[in-house]
């Protein structure tokens, strides 16, 4: 999928004028870049936090609610939502209330505290799996799973799909090739082939899931209901069902992980679609934007894990961490789940990302490029696709990094944040109307001046 040369064109020069624009509204952040950067590369304590490809990172003072306020005093209309972990508003009410009465109360402890039973009765009431338990991250989560459904099956292989992601798992680091397995280049320090024990499918191929299968060596399917984290890729209508039967068939096991997909509604995907997959993870939000995870699993997969430990050898079983479920963390889930997580403020945000994804649409048919605008519950995508798209490899070669980052910087600098990594847009409980007005006009002006309707000024 080729980008018409024009508009890359233009999209080179906008990124240079919006660059420019952004160093002179930021002076103090571009003094905290230098200050920061003493110790810490880049100037940022994680170096995602360089993906937005501004020239020197935004440093924030206070995030609200769906407001970020920068260190120079600017306010922005907040889509991003740190990449979801706060997709129900910054520092929620209740979530900030709790944090504040546990904190006096003790943050950890490597013992249970009193909201346990509460918490575990709200995940199974919530996503509809009986068991449960807590780490710190979906990427702790989504190992834990890995290594559990290989114990549980005596299988070795993993099953994940083309474009995928699933935080630092590594078993996840591969991707097609020429229709071959291979190892992304991209993966740092790691020194055994993970094509030896990990299998890639094209999403949304079914005959593929049913070939892998059938070599009878697949421990788990490990997916997202619906692909995020490349150029969004909706699942075509029962392939998800049909992946979880054929997994159950030739003996192996099913993770859905739903750390974006829960934009899907209150019980994520899975309750939306009434699935039964035998794990499931949830990550970033489910604390309010607090450090913690959950993945929960069958009372079949329950009873296998006590089979498993009773015949297991004393030593740590490379599951769990020390702060996984600590007090803190229980605290913050309960709120969030208990008061953040409602009907009423997902019916919001999914008529409101309904709003906003009409309106990028509007724009582009305005102007009759081929891109298509990707909805799914609280999360809006435009895509560079004259269609929906199908699998990983199509993500791919709709990827247009050089016109992404025009349009990004264009709207960072007129107060309104996306997330740095693709076209992605999410609207919380707090986002107003006025915010997707704000993120509407600005991008078509941004389309406007990409299709050469008004000069780019130098």
């Not at 600017?74 to 889509?79: G, L, M, S, T």
């Not at 082939?193 to 060596?217: C, K, Q, Y």
């Not at 247009?400 to 999410?426: C, K, Q, W, Y």
């Amino acid at each position: 999928m080729t980008m018409p040369s024009e508009i890359k064109a233009r999209a080179t020069a906008l990124i240079a004028a919006e660059r420019t624009r952004f160093v002179e509204r930021h002076p103090a952040s571009r003094r905290m870049a230098v200050d920061a950067g003493t110790h810490f590369p880049g100037g940022v304590p994680l170096h995602w936090m360089l993906d937005w490809e501004t020239p020197f990172p935004l440093f924030i003072r206070e995030a609200s609610g769906s407001t970020i306020t920068d260190i120079d005093g600017h306010r922005y209309a907040d889509f991003c939502l740190g990449d979801t972990g706060a997709m129900f508003g910054h520092s929620p009410e209740p979530v900030a209330r709790a944090i504040a009465a546990q904190a006096q109360r003790g943050l950890t402890a490597m013992l249970p505290s009193d909201l346990t039973a509460e918490v575990g009765n709200l995940l199974a009431l919530r996503f509809g799996l009986p068991f449960w338990q807590v780490t710190a991250t979906a990427s702790d989560a989504n190992r834990a799973v890995v290594r559990w459904a290989r114990a549980l099956t005596g299988r070795t292989k993993v099953l994940v799909f083309d474009g995928c992601y699933h935080g630092q798992v590594e078993d996840a680091f591969v991707k097609l090739e020429n229709g071959e397995t291979k190892m992304k280049p991209s993966l740092l320090g790691q020194v055994s082939d993970i094509a030896r024990t990990s299998v890639a499918a094209p999403f949304n191929d079914l005959d593929a899931v049913e070939r892998l299968l059938a070599d009878g060596d697949i421990a788990l399917i490990l997916t997202e209901p619906a692909l995020t984290n490349t150029a969004m890729v909706l699942p075509e209508p029962g392939f998800i069902e049909d992946m979880i039967a054929a997994a159950h068939r030739h003996g192996a096991l099913i993770c859905l992980d739903e750390t974006h997909t829960i934009s899907a509604g209150p019980g994520g995907f899975t309750r939306a679609h009434d699935l039964s997959p035998d794990f499931f993870v949830l990550g970033k939000p489910v604390a309010g934007g607090l450090p913690a995870a959950v993945f929960g699993f069958t009372a079949k997969v329950e009873a296998n894990m006590r089979r498993v430990l009773e015949t297991k050898v004393p030593g740590y079983s490379g599951i769990g961490t020390t702060l996984s479920g600590n007090m803190l963390a229980l605290a913050a889930m309960r709120a969030c789940l208990a008061e953040i997580m409602t009907g009423d403020a997902y019916a919001h945000m999914t008529a409101l990302a309904a709003q906003l994804a009409g309106a990028l649409r509007a724009a582009v048919e305005k102007r009759r490029l081929p891109w298509t605008v990707t909805q799914l519950g609280a999360r809006a995508e435009l895509v560079f696709s004259p269609r929906p798209l199908r699998d990983g490899a199509e993500a791919a070669a709709a990827i247009d990094h050089d016109v992404e980052r025009a349009i990004h910087l264009f709207l960072l600098n007129r107060g309104v944040l996306v997330t740095p990594f693709h076209n992605m847009t999410l609207v919380a409980p707090t986002t107003t109307q006025a915010d997707v007005e704000k993120l509407a006009h600005n991008f078509d002006e941004a389309l406007g001046l990409l299709c050469g309707e008004k000069e780019i000024a130098a």
